[in-house]
């Protein structure tokens, strides 16, 4: 069975400095796709960023990166220079090869503090 | 190009009753992926559509059901109406739903069940 597990239902970082996201993830497929995505408050579900497994160059995007520890089925995101817009639940998806289903974790609330 | 849109955005039912929802995919897009999202659960995979043939199912009862038009569009229903039914109800669209593709989500259909 392929799990995603995300261990800090909320954390707190202060306007302009770095956080990272914590996302484990267990799969027995080789060939698999990891995500980021950022829901804010008003709903819609947004990519942040994603991690294609065979790559071992972490994925980024300006201000977003990623720490793809692939032997640790580790897959944390990390956020620098933080912005009050960043304040969104994030959740941590893991899609394999044939399956059409993306499987996500539950969710970490980020919060930016002024 | 528009966005994925759902249709309702909110809809109170009484126990028992029933409930189809609509969600149309970007233009283009053949993939259609329903989720539940429920506080503290996450995002619960229920299905996934594709050229009207639905190819991987999450772990639903059978009150659960959904369908493809030849558009592309997709309505979801759920038959007999629980408490626990009440949810944020988020459609997701892809090109061709396959792993590498990140999908595109609407907004979502509140449903409280009463």
């Known amino acids: 069975a392929q799990t995603v597990t995300q261990s800090q239902p909320e954390m707190s970082v202060q306007e302009a400095e770095t956080v990272t996201l914590s996302c484990t993830y267990d799969?027995?497929?080789?060939?698999?796709?990891l995500f980021w995505y950022k829901q804010p408050p008003s709903r819609q579900m947004i990519l942040v960023i994603r991690q294609e497994a065979y790559k071992q160059q972490n994925a980024t995007e300006n201000r977003f990166s990623v720490n793809f520890q692939k032997a640790a089925k580790s897959f944390s995101l990390k956020i620098s220079d933080s912005q009050l817009g960043d304040a969104a639940m994030y959740f941590c998806a893991l899609t394999t090869s044939g399956t059409y289903k993306y499987i996500f974790g539950t969710g970490t609330r980020l919060k930016v503090l002024a | 190009k528009a966005g994925v849109t759902q249709t309702p955005r909110y809809l109170i039912k009484t126990r028992g009753q029933q409930v189809t929802l609509s969600c149309s995919p970007i233009?283009?897009?053949?993939?259609v992926s329903w989720y539940q999202q429920t506080p503290g659960q996450g995002l619960q995979f229920l299905f996934e559509?594709?050229?009207?043939?639905?190819?991987n199912k999450g772990n639903f009862p059978g009150r659960f059901s959904g369908r493809q038009f030849s558009n592309s569009r997709s309505e979801m229903n759920v038959s007999t109406l629980e408490l626990g039914d009440s949810a944020l109800y988020l459609c997701a669209s892809s090109l061709a739903g396959t792993f590498n593709q990140p999908q595109h989500f609407g907004d979502g259909t509140r449903l409280s069940i009463l």
């Open positions: 233009s283009g897009h053949r993939s």
């Open positions: 559509y594709f050229s009207e043939t639905q190819r």
């Open positions: 799969t027995s497929e080789s060939d698999y796709y």
